[in-house]
């Protein structure tokens, strides 16, 4: 790993806010209808993280998220040093990546969700989706699956059979939280997120251990 893997992180993760929070900007002018919105809300943030994921991956993984980087580094696959300096990449590139949404749609650069999301089945959708997306992860990788493909179709489907949205990523969850858009989550929201979603991750940590276990990718 390199200052170049670092860059990546932050790089990869500033282009996934500023597809998330630049493509609700978009569909609220375009369209009045809540689930339109949604509907385009998804399929730029699963195009997004599938050509980042490719185009980033050799580099550096393309975790682009501290969830995911927290798992591997439970792994042992990466260090705790090199974790630690990945989250604070992906945390300074999602806020990077609000800003630069609202620069793209002439909108004031320091703003503060109000947007309220909370409460149990928030929580709990929370949890599933990052769950979810880890598990993906980790058997994509085991079975040898293009990871690409699976978390932007995983990503997908969790903007809708989840209450939350499916953030499923604490760095774009802070992120989220500096735009009164319609991608917003209100600050004080923020630590029940968190939570829910450290906790789905090392959840399918320990799952995939055991489940994947014996199913490692033949070597090329």
Request: charged share 10%.
């Amino acid at each position: 790993m390199t200052l170049r893997a670092f860059g990546a992180e932050a790089l990869g993760t500033a282009l996934l806010v500023a597809a998330v929070v630049g493509s609700g900007i978009m569909a609220e002018r375009l369209t009045g209808d809540a689930a339109l919105a949604l509907m385009a809300n998804t399929a730029a943030t699963a195009a997004a993280l599938y050509v980042l994921i490719v185009v980033l991956g050799p580099v550096s993984g393309a975790h682009l998220n501290p969830a995911v980087t927290l798992v591997f580094a439970l792994r042992g696959e990466i260090a705790p040093a090199m974790a630690a300096v990945f989250a604070v990449a992906q945390v300074a590139g999602g806020l990077a990546g609000t800003l630069t949404a609202h620069a793209m749609f002439d909108l004031p650069l320091g703003q503060v969700s109000s947007t309220v999301r909370t409460g149990g089945g928030q929580w709990l959708a929370e949890s599933i989706a990052t769950f979810g997306l880890v598990l993906a992860i980790l058997g994509a990788l085991r079975g040898g699956a293009q990871v690409a493909s699976v978390v932007a179709c995983y990503i997908a489907a969790a903007y809708w059979f989840t209450a939350s949205t499916s953030f499923a990523n604490p760095a774009v969850a802070l992120a989220r939280a500096f735009t009164d858009t319609f991608a917003g989550i209100r600050p004080a929201d923020l630590p029940g997120f968190w939570m829910a979603e450290i906790t789905g991750a090392v959840a399918a940590a320990g799952l995939g251990r055991w489940l994947f276990a014996g199913n490692e990718k033949p070597p090329a």
